[in-house]
């Protein structure tokens, strides 16, 4: 079939329309090229993950799925995460790299500017948990006081090495809103203390020796055994600013290893580690 050159600039328009709609969230499919499943190993059972993926950073979710299967882990906890991206990113997982995860979105704010979308139903905006295992129990809070931007956590019920465990993602007030973070942290810390195991992931955007995280420090500890507020300067850095802001505290849960590693994806090194849940 023969089409005109009216259809095709009909055609033209349609697709160029399409990407302005759905905005820096489109799916990469649209011009991601094609790959072969990557022959990947299992999840490692007792492995999570916490990784702030910047936004907006207009990074491939390819390049993100294939940051995510490098390390492989059991649960992650995803910060500035589109709910469309997230999506795709998990679609890349099973496709590219054959590792199936479950989701669940902690949506804090509907943005265009962030997330894409149609005008009047904008993409979500705020955390996503990944878990290989499926999840129970999901509970999605907002900050009373969110600070420039709204900020919450979203909590989880899901088996990480073989045990059940509950699982909180959070990302705080932005590094100049101190006293936001800490009614925020007030917020968080007495609902980890009520749980025996417990596993807190997030971007804290503040350094470990920073007055408003006290109330964490009482209820969990780092997987770094060498990062304590009193040792600051021994803790690894987790931002390409130089700077300890991303963490996994850990409460009745003893930390194995972990690791800090930089990617150009984000401006947030990917921080995981291996758990003895006990």
Request: proline share 6%; hydrophobic share 40%.
């Amino acid at each position: 079939m023969v089409f005109g050159k009216g259809t095709r600039l009909l055609a033209g328009a349609v697709t160029v329309a399409c990407v302005v709609v759905l905005g820096p969230s489109a799916p990469d499919g649209l011009f991601a090229r094609s790959q072969p499943v990557d022959a990947v190993k299992d999840v490692v059972p007792n492995r999570v993950m916490t990784w702030n993926m910047c936004n907006p950073c207009k990074e491939s979710n390819v390049d993100r799925a294939a940051e995510i299967a490098a390390y492989a882990p059991q649960v992650i906890g995803l910060q500035e995460a589109c709910a469309r991206d997230v999506e795709r990113i998990r679609e890349y997982l099973e496709s590219l790299h054959g590792l199936v995860y479950h989701v669940e979105y902690g949506t804090v704010l509907r943005n265009w500017n962030r997330c894409g979308g149609v005008p009047w139903s904008p993409g979500g905006y705020g955390q996503a948990i990944l878990s290989a295992a499926p999840m129970t129990d999901r509970v999605n809070v907002e900050y009373p006081d969110g600070g420039s931007e709204d900020r919450g956590y979203l909590a989880v019920t899901t088996t990480v090495g073989g045990r059940s465990v509950r699982v909180v993602n959070t990302h705080l007030a932005q590094r100049q809103q101190g006293e936001v973070r800490a009614e925020q942290i007030g917020v968080l810390a007495p609902v980890v203390a009520r749980y025996d195991r417990a596993i807190v992931v997030g971007d804290f955007n503040a350094v470990p020796d920073a007055p408003e995280l006290a109330p964490m420090w009482k209820v969990a500890t780092d997987t770094d055994p060498r990062c304590r507020p009193a040792l600051a300067g021994d803790c690894e850095v987790t931002t390409d600013w130089q700077s300890k802001f991303d963490y996994v505290f850990l409460r009745g849960i003893t930390a194995l290893r972990h690791q800090v590693r930089p990617t150009e994806t984000s401006d947030h090194h990917v921080l995981h580690t291996d758990l003895d849940i006990g």
